[in-house]
């Protein structure tokens, strides 16, 4: 790989930094971003080996970190056992609570072996009130992200409401009755 980042790589950082940096890179969350910004966050990356079916996160505990997902798969689980999401490499795992301060708003379960880079919310908060262009470039990735994920879950919304509609359908059909009419008489 040629221009600045090729002169980076062979004159101030070893050949695992900037690895380190080509992978960071590739993180929806930090696309964008200059080598500078991706410079000043490796510090803040720690490693983490995930184990299949270990709980990464649980629904209603405090988002204090999030996790860069370089390998494996995760999934977001609801109800102890509804997978409603994978999530594959490339990705940033509890960001939205991370960003807003909510509650984890679903479990977040590894579903084969993973690894990844746990980001604590105090240190990166710290880096990005410093560094405005970064803060900047990275809350612009978070609303990318986050629409992304709204537009998903509205097709699942619709997808949901024509089943129960078709459901409703089919109950006519066989019963004479819709659901409206089988609460009115307490069925």
């Known amino acids: 790989m040629g221009g600045q980042w090729g002169l980076f790589r062979f004159s101030r950082v070893n050949e695992t930094q900037y690895q380190l940096l080509r992978v960071i890179r590739k993180i929806r969350l930090f696309q964008g971003l200059g080598r ?14 995930l184990e299949p079916l270990q709980n990464l996160y649980n629904q209603g505990d405090p988002s204090r970190e999030m996790l860069l ?6 999934w977001v689980v609801r109800g102890g056992d509804e997978v409603l999401a994978e999530i594959g490499p490339g990705s940033s795992v509890g960001e ?6 909510e509650a984890r708003s679903a479990d977040i379960v590894v579903a ?5 880079f746990r980001v604590d919310k105090k ?15 990275i809350l ?15 097709q699942l919304v619709l997808a949901y409401t024509n089943t129960i509609a078709k459901m409703e359908d089919q109950l006519v059909r066989h019963i004479g009755m819709n659901s409206v009419e089988l609460d009115e008489r307490g069925l």
């Open 96 to 101: 939205m609570g991370f960003f807003t301060g």
């Open 36 to 49: 500078q910004h991706i410079q000043a966050l490796l510090p803040l990356c720690k490693l983490v080996s």
């Open 123 to 137: 240190e990166l908060i710290k880096l990005l009130d410093s560094n405005p262009a970064m803060k900047a470039g």
């Open 140 to 154: 612009g990735n978070v609303v990318a992200v986050l629409s992304e994920r709204l537009v998903e879950a509205n």
């Open 112 to 116: 084969e072996q993973s690894t990844g």
């Open 69 to 74: 997902l370089l390998t494996g798969k995760l």
